[in-house]
């Protein structure tokens, strides 16, 4: 695929029937919204993206399933098990200001309020409560520590600049 890569924002699951649907599981924080984007690419691991067409889609029990087009059979489907599903980031609206994807933070550098260089952005996580931040400690971190959790909360993250690929922290380094 030429241009811009699809950002991943679901994969398929098992085939669904006879006719040629299949699971899909949205990582969108409303799994419904997966389903308003155009395109949608799809690639198995290692692969190429490929752009696909979803003729239909119906909610399934707690999730949902879809149809391709031109995908008629069980067979063809199965071909589809496991494949991420991606869109491309430019059809993402806008956030407001002070809003970022997650995508954005992973890789940004942590500094604590004193200066302290916590790690790297590994990724994040859900926990319910709140976004948490997983951070890759430098290897030669003082406090011998490998791996940070930060609550993502107003209160311990107090800036995020992307030009600058930090995020500043009320946060003590040995915790």
């Not at 409303?30 to 696909?52: K, M, N, Q, V």
Request: charged share 30%; aromatic share 12%; net charge negative.
């Amino acid at each position: 695929m030429e241009g811009e890569k699809p950002e991943v924002m679901g994969k398929f699951g098992a085939v669904y029937g006879i006719r040629g649907w299949l699971k899909v599981y949205s990582y969108t924080g409303d799994p419904e919204s997966l389903f308003t984007y155009t395109p949608w690419f799809c690639r198995a691991p290692g692969s190429d993206w490929r752009e696909i067409s979803i003729t239909e889609y119906k909610r399934h029990g707690d999730g949902f399933i879809a149809k391709i087009a031109d995908v008629d059979v069980r067979e063809e489907a199965q071909l589809y098990t496991g494949m991420e599903i991606g869109i491309k980031g430019s059809s993402l609206p806008d956030l407001p200001e002070g809003e970022y994807r997650w995508r954005d933070l992973i890789g940004l550098r942590v500094v604590n309020l004193q200066g302290y260089f916590m790690g790297t952005v590994k990724s994040l996580m859900e926990t319910g409560a709140n976004d948490v931040l997983v951070v890759k400690a430098d290897i030669n971190d003082q406090y011998e520590i490998r791996e940070r959790l930060l609550p993502y909360i107003d209160n311990v993250v107090r800036e995020v600049n992307l030009e600058q690929r930090v995020i500043r922290v009320d946060w003590e380094p040995d915790f």
